[in-house]
Nanobody
Framework: QVQLVESGGGLVQAGGSLRLSCAAS????????MGWFRQAPVKEREFVAA????????DYRASVKGRFTISRDNAENMMYLQMSSLKPEDTAVYYC????????????WGQGTQVTVSS
């Protein structure tokens, strides 16, 4: 069982940057693929980015490519999402997830961190 805790959310103006962190505990972090999802009000949760256990394979949703960077530090049991050139449409609760088998289907979730981008 992996426990995940997100941090780093907040209020930022359009064009600004934020770095989200996801701290993992209770499991072998390096065995899991990790990812970020987000959910805006009245919308379904959507995939944002994912990274393989080794960090070699990464994937992004089209709308964040070139603006967001996912990374992980297996020695520290941490995952990050560096977000730049933020837009109001990036406003959402951001969740980190851990997966035993896939970059796109997740077994464990954090509680989320709010990101609000003002125009």
């Amino acid at each position: 069982q992996v426990q995940l805790v997100e941090s780093g959310g907040g209020l930022v103006q359009a064009g600004g940057s934020l770095r989200l962190s996801c701290a993992a505990s209770g499991g072998s972090f390096s065995n899991y693929a990790m990812g970020w999802f987000r959910q805006a009000p009245v919308k379904e949760r959507e995939f944002v980015a994912a990274i393989s256990w080794s960090g070699i394979k990464v994937d992004y949703r089209a709308s964040v490519k070139g603006r967001f960077t996912i990374s992980r530090d297996n020695a520290e049991n941490m995952m990050y999402l560096q977000m730049s050139s933020l837009k109001p449409e990036d406003t959402a609760v951001y969740y980190c997830g851990a997966s035993r088998d896939s970059l796109y289907e997740y077994d464990f979730w954090g509680q989320g961190t709010q990101v609000t981008v003002s125009s």
